[in-house]
């Protein structure tokens, strides 16, 4: 009988955190502010190159295909070139990343008001 008390106790116990942390959870009380941001899009009809310079002055995320990430503002494209300015954790910094070595670029399509 103390066993199945215990049970109910840890399942109710679990419950009502369940359910605190569904009711605390930032993503439910930041749901109705998220807007997209303007001007983001990617295009799958353009090369990785156009579609990073419509991100020029922005914040993106590179991920090589070494495995390597940097974050940074997209400063200028070239023809084979990437120019990332003010790198995360690096703002003294800049770097030169070839295009071809680049394997996915990630950036902001949404954010809270």
């Known amino acids: 009988m103390k066993r199945k008390a215990g049970f109910v106790l840890v399942v109710g116990w679990a419950l009502i955190m369940g359910w605190g942390l569904g009711v605390l959870s930032p993503a439910q009380s930041l749901a109705g502010n998220v807007v997209a941001v303007e001007g983001a899009k990617f295009d799958t009809a353009l090369s990785l190159a156009d579609n990073l310079k419509s991100y ?6 590179v991920h090589l ?20 300015e003010k790198l995360a954790g690096k703002e003294y910094f800049d770097a030169l990343i070839r295009i071809e070595e680049i394997g996915a670029v990630e950036a902001r399509f949404r954010e809270v008001k």
């Not at 020029?56 to 995320?61: H, Y």
């Not at 295909?65 to 990332?84: A, F, M, P, W």
């Open 56 to 61: 020029e002055g922005k914040m993106v995320t």
């Open 65 to 84: 295909k070494t495995g390597g990430s940097l974050q940074g503002n997209v400063k200028s494209v070239g023809k084979d070139l990437v120019h990332l």
